[in-house]
């Protein structure tokens, strides 16, 4: 079964160092997405990103996250200058198309900011 | 926005035994799935069901959509079930809104 796959599982930075998080959605989907959760936490959605750009992105994703889709498969998430606060869980997703559709996630990378 | 609460909080079961968690939205929704997150963070997906009924094992979910509430029921427990179960939903925009949870502690 296709599943959407993240690297690396467990990521340890300095702060202000700059992370790069990696995600390869499932090969014909067209929506993808950025979500996160702090320790004890509910998930938040931070990002969705179609066609190439931006659809939508919450108060958190401020300017220090940015988002690509480099080489047609791979689908990352940068963070500038990591902050302790960024510590979390971040969750890749994608799917077929926005309507009606299933949202497959990633199991997660667990960002520790020290 | 839309507002999604789960109960209860938490449950601790004896292996074996049956539960049903319980997730309530406070506006109809186009989208609604459930997640399984084990003990080392990792989110499964379990169901997508914006309205009916599923099976998958011994886990089976409903969502009446018209009430706004969706069940999830797991029958003979056991302690691989341990973790928190998310219900997410979705309303208009392409992106879930996630609920609290219920921290579920199964007993061998």
């Known amino acids: 079964e296709p599943e959407v796959t993240q690297t690396p599982s467990h990521q340890v930075t300095q702060m202000g160092q700059e992370v790069i998080l990696r995600c390869v959605p499932i090969?014909?989907?067209?929506?993808f997405y950025w979500y996160r959760q702090i320790l004890g936490q509910k998930v938040e959605f931070l990002v969705s990103?179609?066609?190439?750009?931006?659809?939508?992105k919450s108060e958190i994703f401020d300017d220090q996250f940015s988002v690509e889709r480099p080489d047609g498969s791979n689908f990352t998430l940068k963070i500038r200058s990591t902050k302790l606060e960024d510590s979390a869980m971040y969750f890749c997703?994608?799917?077929?198309?926005?309507?009606?559709?299933?949202?497959?996630f990633g199991q997660g990378t667990r960002l520790t900011v020290v | 926005g839309i507002q999604v609460e789960q109960s209860p909080p938490d449950l601790i079961l004896q292996e074996g035994a049956n539960s049903t968690l319980r997730c309530n939205f406070s506006?109809?929704?186009?989208?609604l799935q459930w997640f399984h997150q084990n003990p080392w963070g990792q989110l499964i997906n379990l169901f997508y069901i914006p309205s009916g009924t599923k099976q998958n094992g011994r886990l089976s979910a409903t969502t009446v959509a018209t009430e706004r509430y969706s069940l999830l029921y797991i029958s003979s427990s056991q302690t691989t079930d341990s973790g928190v179960y998310f219900c997410a939903v979705e309303r208009g925009t392409y992106k879930y809104i996630f609920g609290t949870g219920t921290r579920l502690k199964v007993l061998a």
């Open positions: 090969s014909n989907h067209l929506y």
């Open positions: 506006d109809s929704v186009n989208n």
């Open positions: 997703a994608s799917r077929t198309y926005g309507g009606a559709t299933e949202a497959f």
């Open positions: 990103f179609y066609n190439n750009e931006i659809s939508e």
